[in-house]
């Protein structure tokens, strides 16, 4: 399982664009990079997943430089309901193992 | 949308007593997980089942067991409750060539007494 860095904690208010990288420097061939949303007292929930490039949907992007070896979950416009902890898992699809490491917590202000 | 409910979302039981922890998935995924979280320590693994009566152990399954006995369904019991076993619960599933991409249940915390 490729080890992956992000930040403990990231503040923001509302309307604002929140930027969060994950560092992955091992990250392999076959691994993905997904990341996942978890709210207080709630299960994670996958928010989106990619390999190279950009990767976009109705909840957030994920852009990937060509090197790999790192990522940026962008989430547009957050609103107070974006509150939650963001993890960032690299692995390939087929490995069953997840690693959720402390993942960032993300605090949105009025 | 994938939903995975779970039996209760909380729970007290007293040390010694056999605990049944339910886990159901509308889906039809071939994976199913069980994870408990605690603080400081993430997600850890404690079994996971990729068809019907097959499981393989996780990180941690001491003191865990879990059966498969239909698709949709996968169960976590804990044979006699501890109070170390205090935790929340997370059951998840997943296609069989998608593992990162996990859909979690609401979760069961569980307090052992």
């Known amino acids: 399982l490729a080890k992956t860095t992000q930040p403990i904690s990231m503040d923001s208010y509302e309307g604002q664009e929140v930027n969060i990288t994950c560092s992955h420097n091992?990250?392999?061939?076959?691994?993905?990079i997904t990341w996942y949303q978890q709210f207080p007292s709630q299960g994670p929930r996958f928010i989106i997943q990619g390999y190279k490039t950009k990767v976009t949907n109705e909840v957030a992007s994920l852009f990937i430089p060509a090197d790999r070896k790192s990522s940026t979950l962008s989430l547009p416009r957050v609103s107070l309901s974006d509150t939650a902890v963001y993890y960032c898992l690299v692995g390939d699809n087929n490995d069953y193992k997840l690693s959720f490491g402390a993942g960032t917590t993300v605090t949105v202000r009025a | 949308d994938v939903k995975v409910t779970q039996s209760s979302r909380y729970l007290v039981k007293r040390t010694g007593e056999k605990v049944f922890l339910e886990c159901v998935q509308d889906m039809d995924h071939e994976n199913m997980f069980w994870y408990r979280q605690d603080p400081g320590l993430g997600l850890r693994l404690i079994y996971f089942?990729?068809?019907?009566?097959?499981?393989e152990k996780g990180d941690i399954p001491e003191g865990y067991s879990v059966s498969r006995e239909k698709k949709e369904r996968f169960s976590l019991i804990l044979e006699s409750a501890s109070t170390n076993q205090t935790s929340m619960y997370l059951c998840?599933?997943?296609?069989?060539?998608?593992?990162?991409?996990?859909?979690f249940g609401p979760g069961t915390r569980l307090t052992v007494t």
């Open positions: 091992n990250i392999a061939t076959n691994d993905y």
């Open positions: 089942s990729y068809d019907v009566k097959m499981k």
């Open positions: 998840a599933s997943s296609r069989p060539w998608g593992a990162y991409e996990q859909y």
